[in-house]
């Protein structure tokens, strides 16, 4: 049973380090290794283990502290699984994996100890340093993502998308028209969206979601079709320190068009639209000074680097549906 026990032990270690290491790069696979080890590790390797350790032990009067151990490391492990994959209810088997070797293990533990003059003290200091380290694992998976605003972020670009789609049908009635200021703002307008669509593209690659296409409007976009949903590695990488990185290319773009917007013969209220809507300015934000690209790509969030390529394409298609309309409401009046 011991050599059942030490090679299942050696297996279930060796695939969860590469789950996290698959998980770590984003790599497909990742989270099947991490499922299949911490299941192993659950419902297979803790109690033999436990059982093989309790019977081979002479005076069996530590029923209990067994007992304490595989509910406190069974729930600690499950936890931890549900909130890796973003798992319905990862939040609540969290707060309460977390705490309970404390509040269940430690004092069963701590009792035993008294009681049995034999124990070493190194045992105990054995246990409270992996205590701390559950402690402190707990902590940095809460702080991680939840699913909740991953979801959230999906959302808001599926918003935004719909947007842009219903804008691009309304510009293209009103480009119809024979006016060369209007042919000239589409063609400026299409090319500041074809570099988003390039950005977007740049990212879904890079994420290993090749088989998305950048016009999100036409996807049956949901978190459950994107691979590394929750992966923070590469969206600033990409976009913005990458050679050839497109997000400060498109930030001098975007000076262009405004700048050309100003210069057409638009009344005040379209212009003091174009000036909202393309805010490039640096920012005061709880008393520190923030670019464009930093609030805008800031979380290094794969979803909400996408949300803000999605939302600036909204933002684009919206200025050239006012200027189109200012522009064609002006050539009737001419009429």
Do not use: M, R, W
């Given at each position: 049973m011991k050599k059942i026990i030490y090679i299942s032990g050696v297996i279930i270690a060796n695939l969860l380090v590469i789950g996290s290491i698959f998980k770590v790069n984003h790599w497909p696979g990742a989270g099947v290794a991490i499922t299949l080890s911490l299941l192993l590790l659950c419902f297979w390797f803790l109690p033999l283990a436990l059982i093989n350790h309790y019977k081979g032990q002479k005076n069996r009067t530590s029923k209990w502290l067994y007992i304490a151990a595989f509910i406190s490391f069974f729930m600690v492990f499950i936890s931890a699984l549900f909130k890796i994959l973003h798992w319905p209810g990862a939040g609540l088997l969290l707060m309460i994996g977390v705490p309970i070797p404390f509040l269940l293990y430690l004092p069963v533990f701590i009792f035993h100890s008294v009681k049995n003059k034999e124990q070493s003290s190194v045992n105990f200091t054995a246990i409270?340093?992996?205590?701390?380290?559950?402690?402190?694992?707990?902590v940095l998976l809460s702080i991680n993502v939840s699913k909740d605003v991953l979801f959230h972020g999906i959302a808001l670009t599926k918003s935004n998308e719909k947007v842009i789609d219903y804008y691009q049908f309304e510009n293209k009635r009103l480009a119809g028209q024979p006016n060369k200021e209007i042919q000239e703002f589409v063609k400026e307008s299409n090319r500041i969206c074809d570099l988003i669509h390039q950005a977007k593209k740049n990212l879904l690659v890079y994420s290993d979601n090749a088989q998305i296409s950048p016009d999100l409007g036409q996807e049956e976009f949901t978190m459950e079709k994107l691979n590394n949903v929750d992966s923070k590695a590469m969206s600033q990488y990409v976009l913005i320190w990458k050679e050839g990185a497109l997000v400060p290319i498109l930030e001098n773009e975007l000076k262009s068009y405004?700048?050309?917007?100003?210069?057409?013969?638009?009344?005040?209220?379209?212009?003091?639209?174009?000036?909202?809507?393309?805010?490039?300015?640096?920012?005061?934000?709880?008393?520190d000074e923030y670019s464009w690209a930093e609030r805008e790509f800031g979380s290094d969030y794969f979803v909400f680097a996408l949300e803000s390529l999605s939302r600036w394409e909204k933002n684009i298609r919206f200025v050239e549906h006012i200027v189109l309309s200012d522009l064609s409401d002006k050539g009737k009046d001419e009429l």
């Open positions: 409270i340093l992996g205590l701390i380290f559950i402690a402190v694992y707990g405004k700048e050309y917007a100003s210069t057409l013969p638009l009344n005040k209220e379209t212009l003091s639209k174009v000036e909202k809507v393309i805010n490039l300015d640096k920012q005061l934000i709880n008393s």
